[in-house]
């Protein structure tokens, strides 16, 4: 389906879960507290039915996510639904890859397709620093299970943060020389209570850019990134693998957005960095779900902003990203 401006939206971002495992300091607000209630999370028949809902209006893809979605007790029941769904051409996940060596065959047995594992640095120390957990044995285990499972190509996000993780990215980088990875560096984004020290670390793409080409030589641009306008691709000479770059604050491409977000509480949500949402409760309940939650997909992608206002200044305050989907 295409949205007023034309944009064909084709792409789902389904959140199952506001729950983490890590504490990353751009992605939840400090002291979070843990007993606090937690938002009514969508069941599988929901889940399955927004998916359905989201197909009959022209989505091919989608990807789980959260929170970290490998921490709901069903994730793999989800997955088998959402792949048996005629019309749902990719489905892939974004997880922190904790859990991952456990449930990587399981995930890619019950249909999931790629994952993207978020690991900002080599670093132990400072991976533990952004994220409050001593966990980068357990991801690296995780990326490992999920390269022999066949999730591939496997895709490692890296959010650069200034003063923590902006200096490994060459580490990172050369990644790509040894294994066919898409080592992806993404700006850090202001959202929520975080956005403060979003603001305060945030590094541009192109600085990113500069200091692995000054460490490892010029980069290689490459044409196409599949469906991922946003993204601006490069290799390394010699490597296996790929570069990507995402900066939706330096060089936001909105004009060429392709996706719409559910959260894990059951509102779309039509930009990321906006505080607009449109309930589905009221459809989850309708005697007929599917066809009721096509027809409130159908108005929401309508009124799909025509991009964010970072550039004006102004960035959403309503969720931070763990409550939103990444
Ligand atoms: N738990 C999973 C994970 O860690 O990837 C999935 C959810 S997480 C919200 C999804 C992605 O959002 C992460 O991989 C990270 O790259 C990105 N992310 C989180 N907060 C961000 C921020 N403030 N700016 C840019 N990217 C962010």
């Known amino acids: 389906m295409k949205d007023r401006f034309g944009r064909v939206i084709n792409y789902l971002r389904l959140s199952v879960t506001d729950r983490c495992n ?36 022209g989505i091919r893809k989608i990807r789980l996510t959260g929170g970290e979605p490998t921490l709901r007790s069903d994730i793999l029941e989800i997955v088998h639904r959402l792949s048996n769904i005629p019309g749902v051409e990719e489905l892939v996940m974004t997880t922190n890859g904790i859990r991952l060596e456990q449930l990587a065959a399981p995930l890619q047995r019950a249909g999931l397709r790629r994952v993207n594992i978020h ?3 080599l670093d132990s120390v400072h991976v533990k620093a952004l994220s409050g957990s001593d966990c980068l044995r357990r991801v690296w285990d995780g990326i490992i ?6 999730l591939s190509p496997i895709k490692i996000n890296v959010v650069v943060v200034h003063g923590y993780n ?21 700006e850090l984004m202001p959202l929520g209570k975080p956005a403060g020290f979003a603001m305060e670390h945030y590094v541009a793409s192109q600085e990113t850019l500069a200091r692995i080409e000054s460490a490892l030589g010029p980069l290689v641009a490459e044409p196409a990134c599949g469906d991922n306008a ?12 790929r570069l990507e770059f ?6 936001a491409h909105c004009h060429r957005c392709n996706h719409i977000r559910v959260t894990a509480d059951g509102r779309i949500r039509l930009c990321l960095l906006r505080d607009d949402e449109w309930s589905l409760r009221d459809g989850l309940r309708s ?29 959403p305050t309503s969720r931070p990203m763990v409550r939103i989907g990444g």
């Open 22 to 57: 890590l504490r990353c300091r751009y992605c939840m607000p400090d002291g979070e507290d843990k007993r606090k209630p937690r938002m009514r999370l969508l069941t599988v028949s929901e889940i399955e039915n927004v998916a359905r809902a989201a197909v009959r209006v």
């Open 119 to 121: 690991l900002d640095s």
């Open 145 to 150: 299970a999920a390269e022999q499972a066949g």
């Open 166 to 186: 902006d200096l490994d990215v060459v580490e990172m980088a050369q990644l790509a020389l040894q294994h066919p990875w898409q080592i992806r560096f993404i």
């Open 230 to 241: 946003d993204i601006s691709c490069y290799r390394l000479a010699e490597g296996k693998g």
């Open 246 to 251: 995402i900066s939706p604050v330096s060089h």
């Open 287 to 315: 005697s007929d779900p599917v066809g009721t939650l096509a027809d409130l997909f159908s108005c929401a992608i309508q009124c799909k902003p025509r991009g964010s206002q970072l550039a004006q200044g102004i960035f």
